[in-house]
């Protein structure tokens, strides 16, 4: 049985970042990373990918979206579409709440994990941590209807406030 450092020698990562953070601990990583197992492609958001870019990237096993996409974009449902391309079947995208976001439903005011759960075939799972809402997503087999938002509101604050509003 092949220990865990062995498993994870043969993991191959891709990272899509608009811009490199500077001096994180992730510079610290590619000095030392293997360059034909982690692989960092910045320049542009998920949202400006193309198909064919998409399909040079691979599919990936697990997906996190930590303070990034999801938590900042104008167009949830183009970021959530772009990481089904990259998404294997049998994958997972953890997500971590998006604080600033609200979405009107027929008046009714949903919070980020409210607006996740309306997304049919997903199944979400919340996870507990302290006092922060994280989710492992899962793709159920069944057809993925996401739930159409218009943009009402966005203030430039890091991570962005936003509000949407669902289109019936």
């Not at 966005?154 to 936003?162: A, M, Q």
Request: charged share 30%.
């Amino acid at each position: 049985m092949r220990s865990i450092y062995e498993k994870a020698s043969q993991i191959k990562t891709t990272a899509l970042v608009k811009s490199r953070p500077s001096s994180s601990s992730l510079d610290i990583f590619l000095q030392e990373a293997d360059p034909q197992r982690f692989r960092y492609l910045e320049g542009k958001y998920i949202e400006e990918y193309t198909d064919a870019e998409l399909s040079n990237i691979g599919k990936a096993s697990v997906i996190t979206d930590f303070m990034g996409p999801l938590a900042c974009s104008r167009d949830l449902n183009m970021v959530l579409a772009q990481y089904l391309k990259l998404l294997k079947k049998d994958g997972k995208i953890f997500i971590f709440d998006a604080e600033e976001f609200k979405a009107y439903d027929r008046g009714q005011l949903l919070n980020f994990e409210q607006w996740l759960r309306l997304i049919r075939g997903f199944k979400i799972t919340k996870l507990e941590a302290e006092e922060e809402n994280r989710f492992v997503v899962r793709l159920t087999g069944q057809p993925i209807v996401l739930p159409r938002l218009e943009l009402i509101q966005f203030e430039d604050y890091h991570p962005p406030r936003r509000v949407f509003e669902i289109i019936p």
